[in-house]
């Protein structure tokens, strides 16, 4: 392919970047794994857990916090600006946690991005997810009476 052919089919592709998705289970290691796989392949994590917060924050005042779910299309916004503002930078993304109710709802959200480059899909026994609760829960430290 030229590299004018190229050029035109980016410019078609519009806003398309290269990102990633990670699903599985709860307490199934997609965040350890999301770590691995951004320090090997220079991706931004998308947390939309940790987006949706940063939402919240923004949508309450220290002294009247915002109260309540957070609404997808907020989380979707922050998410679409933040993609948006890396075109061109060769940037690449990788979906952790997302929050949509259905796949589906997922999927047609990111598809505005394009096609995903990579999707992990991790899968484990209930005993492992169990002990890597438990060991998370050990972890945390609670202030003494």
């Known amino acids: 392919m030229s590299e004018w052919s190229m050029q035109l089919f980016e410019e078609k592709l519009g806003n398309k970047v290269e990102f990633s998705v990670i ?16 320090s090997m392949f220079g991706s931004t994590i998308l947390d939309m857990k940790v987006i ?17 779910e957070v609404p997808i299309s907020k989380v979707e916004e922050e998410i679409t600006s933040m993609i948006e503002g890396s075109k061109g930078t060769g940037a690449k993304f990788l979906f952790d ?36 609760w438990m060991k998370k829960n050990e972890a945390e430290e609670f202030p003494e009476d």
């Not at 699903?23 to 951004?38: D, E, R």
């Open 52 to 68: 949706a917060d940063k939402c919240k924050a923004k949508m309450g005042t220290e002294e009247e916090p915002f109260e309540g």
């Open 23 to 38: 699903v599985g289970k709860s307490n199934s290691g997609k965040t350890t794994v999301a770590k691995q796989l951004t």
């Open 97 to 132: 946690n997302y929050t949509h109710a259905t796949d589906e709802e997922f999927i047609k959200f990111t598809s505005k991005f394009g096609s995903p480059s990579m999707v992990v899909f991790l899968t484990a026994d209930e005993k492992f997810i169990k002990e890597r």
